[in-house]
């Protein structure tokens, strides 16, 4: 069974742009997480979707967004691009039918540099 | 702030036992302990979990204390693929909003 996977692998842009990054979950699997990490802040979770409803934020900005589509596939946007964006921006997805099921598989990351 | 407390780092030579430990005091009835390791660059990667009693898969062993405020990881063979950030989270069964906290750091040497 394939992995998650996050497009695009590495991404650069300047301050004041928007960008936008994709991830494709496990076969199966309906809940889409995202998270940033940054060295100073380590793992930190920006949101939840599960059947195209976002069930859960953490503590970001209103410039970070995201959606999920009817097939689970999930794009996370962030606006107005600030040089303290340039971080590793991972997915995780999981079957997220209960109990330990919420076990979250991870994809390689996308790599956001800002100038 | 996470719930849990790791040691910032660890050694252990190649071949012989990592026993990483975790402390969860406040850990409650319903809260699973969930271990992920991230290898360097690399996204999370799922290791094991437990509620109440132990539990060994493949990639390794978690010993849950009775009362559930401590946990240990024990990978039985360390090899140098194992150097890695491995994280100790506690988590109901809300699942997908994982406190990732700063985990350990263990470096395996030859």
């Known amino acids: 069974k394939a992995g998650v996977t996050q497009t695009p692998r590495y991404l650069i842009k300047t301050r004041g742009q928007q960008v936008t990054l994709s991830c494709s979950p496990i076969s199966g699997h309906r809940s889409v997480s995202w998270y940033q990490q940054t060295p100073g802040q380590g793992l930190q979770f920006l949101f939840e979707y599960f059947s195209e409803t976002q069930r859960n934020k953490g503590n970001f900005p209103g410039r970070f967004s995201g959606r999920q589509f009817s097939n689970s596939r999930s794009e996370m946007n962030v606006s107005t691009l600030e040089l303290g964006d340039s971080a590793l921006y991972l997915c995780a997805s999981s079957l997220s039918t209960g109990g330990a099921l919420y076990t979250q598989y991870f994809g390689p990351g996308t790599r956001l540099t800002v100038l | ?110």
């Open chain 2, 1 to 110: 702030d996470a719930k849990t407390t790791q040691p910032p780092s660890m050694d252990c030579a190649e071949g012989r036992a990592a026993n990483l430990p975790c402390n969860h005091s406040t850990i409650s009835g319903n809260e699973y302990v969930y271990w992920y390791r991230q290898i360097h660059s690399q996204g999370p990667q799922y290791i094991i979990h437990g509620l109440k009693n132990n539990e060994t898969n493949e990639m390794a062993s978690l010993i849950i204390t009775e009362d559930r405020k401590s946990s240990t990881l024990i990978l039985p063979h360390a090899t140098l693929r194992d150097t890695a950030v491995y994280y100790c989270i506690v988590d109901s069964n809300s699942g997908y909003a994982l406190n990732f906290g700063k985990g350990t750091s263990l470096l395996v040497t030859p």
